[in-house]
């Protein structure tokens, strides 16, 4: 689950968060939102 620049539940939280990964662009996304989908096909054994 992405974190959340506006809904850190400890500021300090935030910013190691932000200290330790500076270029993370998934802040400000809702718990049931989507930021991307993955889709991974096998194909089967012959």
Excluded: C, H
């Amino acid at each position: 689950m992405p974190w959340q620049t506006d809904r850190a539940d400890n500021p300090e939280t935030l910013t190691t968060l932000q200290s330790l990964y500076p270029k993370d662009l998934a802040v400000g996304y809702d718990a049931n939102e989507v930021r991307g989908i993955w889709v991974v096909n096998f194909d089967e054994e012959k």
